[in-house]
């Protein structure tokens, strides 16, 4: 099946700094790609959906500014957590679409980012 | 967008007894999908089940789905210690493909 590749698996950083989370879809072109969150035994919350060549669309509730999500190729998102502090530690989640000539979908999933703030 | 809640929210099971998870949901779907996930760990997709259809099997596993009472089940059966994990379900509605909306989860436990 198709691959997709999430890197940190882990990342541990300090309260005010930056951290990138990438999301590769590593054999298929995604146009679509989604960003989840996931607290210890809570299931997962869309935060936005990033789209190729354009805005990313957020949930509501979730900061644009605080959460920075680049889609600038058809195999790459990065989620920007900025000026991290601890209540932003969670596991952080990335799925892509991978759509065929009849335009139906498959969704695969990353293994996670667990980020912590110290 | 709401979440579905699932039940129960954990189950505990000896080898060999099947396990059975229930879903529920609160809006219109095109699909609904089932997901595992090992601790720490992404998701693995299960099962999908569209709207029109009410009974789907793969495995050991299968997938009933009742759009009139916005309801589905999981069952697994002769479970496996390896069967540990928790179970999401998933629903996909309106135009936006892919983005999905995740129940509770059940947290499955299989003794050995």
């Known amino acids: 099946g198709a691959v997709v590749s999430q890197h940190p ?13 990438e999301c590769r879809s590593l054999d298929f072109q995604a146009t679509t790609m989604f960003w989840y969150r996931q607290f210890p035994k809570q299931s997962l919350m869309l935060m936005a959906t990033s789209n190729e060549g354009s805005k990313a669309t957020y949930e509501q509730g ?9 889609h600038a190729s058809l195999t790459l998102s990065t989620l920007t957590v900025t000026s991290a ?6 596991f952080y989640i990335c799925s892509a679409l991978k759509t065929d000539r009849l335009n139906t979908g498959e969704l695969f999933f990353g293994e996670g980012s667990r980020l912590t703030v110290l | 967008s709401q979440q579905g809640e699932e039940d129960p929210q954990a189950l505990s099971i000896q080898e060999g007894e099947n396990a059975t998870m229930n879903c529920s949901y609160k809006t219109s779907i095109n699909n609904l999908q089932w997901y595992r996930q090992n601790s720490g760990r992404g998701l693995v997709h299960l099962i999908l089940i569209r709207s029109n259809e009410r009974e789907k099997h793969s ?24 069967d540990t994990a928790s179970y999401f379900c998933a ?22």
Do not use: M, W
């Open chain 1, 62 to 70: 979730v900061e644009k500014d605080k959460f920075l999500i680049n």
């Open chain 1, 9 to 21: 698996s882990r990342v541990i950083c300090k309260s005010g700094t930056s951290v990138k989370i």
């Open chain 2, 91 to 112: 629903t996909a509605g309106g135009t936006s493909y892919g983005k999905l909306t995740f129940g509770q989860g059940t947290i499955l436990t299989v003794h050995p």
């Open chain 1, 85 to 90: 502090h601890p209540e932003d530690s969670s």
């Open chain 2, 59 to 82: 495995g050991r596993l299968r997938v009933t789905l009742d759009t009139s009472k916005k309801s589905s089940s999981l069952l697994i059966t002769a479970s496996r210690a390896a």
